[in-house]
């Protein structure tokens, strides 16, 4: 691994501190590189998203940069909640380079609520996941909504590699003080 290649290990010890340990599942939820849907069926039983947006829009430098595409290409954003029953249990926004996609993923995507996980496996897309990120945040009003709490949230970032090029890029969130008590 190169000087400047984001190791999941380190961040995770950056994390924690004398104030902030984490749970065996909040570790693995920060660094699996597999399925997060697959994590969480296994956790609760059978999960279900609530799709709170989703949209076509023009990539802005950042994103573009982020997804190796031209600015302006259009990506399909979506904000999701995955929960069971009606707990919230992670807030995921994804950015997805339309021209990336079959029709069949893309109809799955935007006319159902069904996690980005179990339509790359519907699909058989090979890929993989590669994490870009993972911190502490601060929560805004609609995270504070959602989860009904003032905790400050676990961030991780990473995308989703398919045929060598970023497929989705995913943010993922949750409550600091989530996936402790009955996750042991």
Same mark, same amino acid.
């Given at each position: ?11 995770? $010890? ?9 749970? =065996? ?6 660094a ?6 697959t ?8 999960i279900?998203?609530?799709?709170l ?7 802005? $430098?950042?994103?573009a ?10 990506v =399909? +954003? ?5 929960? $069971? ?5 992670? +807030? ?7 021209k ?9 995507? #935007?006319?159902?609520? &069904?996690? &980005?996980?179990r339509?790359? /496996? $519907?699909?058989? &897309? ?10 502490? /945040?601060?929560? =805004? ?6 989860? /009904? ?25 949750f409550?600091?003080?989530?996936? #402790?008590?009955?996750?042991k």
């Amino acid at each position: 691994m190169g000087k400047n290649e984001f190791n999941i290990m380190d961040e995770i $010890k950056r994390i924690e501190t004398e104030e902030v340990k984490l749970s =065996n599942i909040q570790k693995i939820l920060l660094a699996t590189d597999g399925s997060v849907t697959t994590i969480l069926d296994v956790l609760n039983g059978r999960i279900s998203i609530k799709t709170l947006k989703q949209e076509y829009q023009e990539g802005n $430098k950042e994103i573009a940069k982020i997804l190796n595409i031209n600015e302006g290409e259009k990506v =399909n +954003y979506r904000v999701v909640v995955m929960k $069971k029953d009606k707990k919230p249990l992670i +807030y995921a926004k994804s950015y997805i380079p339309l021209k990336r996609l079959s029709p069949e993923f893309k109809k799955d995507l #935007i006319s159902a609520d &069904i996690p &980005i996980g179990r339509i790359l /496996k $519907k699909y058989n &897309i090979e890929s993989r996941r590669e994490v870009q990120s993972a911190l502490i /945040k601060k929560p =805004n009003k609609e995270l504070k909504e959602i989860f /009904k709490t003032e905790a400050d949230f676990l961030s991780r970032s990473y995308n989703i590699i398919h045929n060598n090029e970023i497929l989705i890029t995913i943010e993922e969130i949750f409550p600091l003080d989530s996936f #402790i008590n009955s996750y042991k």
